[in-house]
């Protein structure tokens, strides 16, 4: 696997200066196109009145997910909202201010609180500090389990136990059996890179994966076990038949949305990378069609500072290595009949 991926490196190298040929770039949208983490229509508007210091439209999307138990969009749009926050975080000043108590700003003010002490030298120590915000976050409404998910993140930067971890994960799941973020925090305890083993990671996910709701992300888990182990260079814990497995799970997953869909994107980038990481180029490239214009920063930024560039890199190595192999088998092709 090592070989694997500094082949796919080489060939994102190469990319950057060769363009395959316009029949292997059909349907696949111009580089110029292509966006990175774009916000879905309900979330720009909140995004954009954030911009301008208005707090209310980022207020209303988070109520409305809350009231209707759509535990799934709430956490995408916390993760978003934060994330923007990180630089311009006024609006969300404002609004606590103006409402103090209101859980929908809680559970913000909690995630913002551990990315900010996630990024910080003194990690743990941070981290500890912001407890009594997650305590804030879950007491705001007692059935959401996105604070239970941030709660999850929280344990695994200050070196919980598994005791208590799972202590955390019972009370997530408690909340909503299937909630991809709550599994993804998991997986990512379990990891390799945290306090687990590739195996132990492998084992979860595709446990988690056979129990999931038809077209739930949650079956995308061995896909991300997958790639933390490519990532990792580790030839020995996993047989490649079980990441080969993960893939074809996570190509099925991806076949249950339409193309360009923007909800499983990062799925679908993280699918394409797997999938060209095992030089399986040709389902590599209909991850890239089923895209669209759609770039998600992960899993690109664990490989570059430059997300975007990276992704675009991959999609014209994908690209590149097909068309290298066509002409050979066209050739094969016309030696067994003289009327081609």
Not at 73 to 82: K, N, T, Y
Not at 188 to 196: C, F, I
Not at 266 to 293: H, K, S
């Amino acid at each position: 696997m090592v070989r694997t991926m500094s082949l796919l490196r080489a060939l994102m190298r190469t990319a950057r200066r060769v363009r395959t040929a316009p029949r292997i770039a059909h349907g696949l949208p111009p580089d110029q196109a292509v966006l990175l983490d774009a916000p879905d229509e309900r979330l720009s508007p909140a995004l954009v009145a954030a911009a301008f210091g208005e707090w209310e439209p980022a207020a209303k999307l988070l109520a409305t997910t809350r009231e209707s138990a759509d535990w799934e969009d709430r956490d995408r749009h916390v993760l978003r909202l934060a994330a923007f926050a990180l630089n311009r975080d006024e609006w969300l000043t404002s609004w606590l201010a103006v409402a103090p108590r209101d859980p929908d700003a809680l559970v913000l003010k909690a995630e913002l609180a551990v990315r900010r002490a996630w990024e910080s030298p003194a990690r743990a120590e941070r981290l500890r500090e912001v407890g009594p915000l997650l305590d804030a976050a879950a007491e705001g409404d007692p059935d959401d389990p996105v604070p239970w998910r941030i709660a999850l993140d929280h344990a695994r930067g200050t070196h919980a136990t598994h005791t208590a971890f799972e202590s955390l994960w019972e009370q997530a799941v408690r909340r909503s059996s299937h909630h991809y973020g709550c599994h993804v925090a998991a997986l990512q305890y379990l990891s390799a890179q945290w306090y687990g083993s590739h195996r132990e990671c492998f084992d979860f996910a595709e446990q988690a994966a056979a129990d999931a709701l038809p077209g739930s992300l949650v079956q995308a888990l061995p896909v991300r076990a997958a790639f933390a182990q490519l990532l990792s260079g580790d030839t020995n814990s996993v047989q490649d038949d079980r990441i080969d497995a993960a893939a074809d799970l996570a190509v099925a997953l991806s076949a249950d949305y339409e193309p360009g869909d923007p909800w499983p994107a990062e799925v679908r980038n993280l699918t394409a990378y797997v999938l060209a990481g095992r030089q399986r180029w040709e389902p590599a490239l209909e991850q890239f069609r089923l895209i669209g214009p759609y770039a998600t920063s992960f899993p690109w930024n664990h490989l570059s500072d430059d997300p975007l560039g990276r992704f675009l890199d991959a999609r014209d190595a994908v690209r590149l290595q097909i068309a290298s192999a066509r002409p050979l088998r066209a050739r094969a092709g016309r030696s067994g009949s003289a009327d081609h």
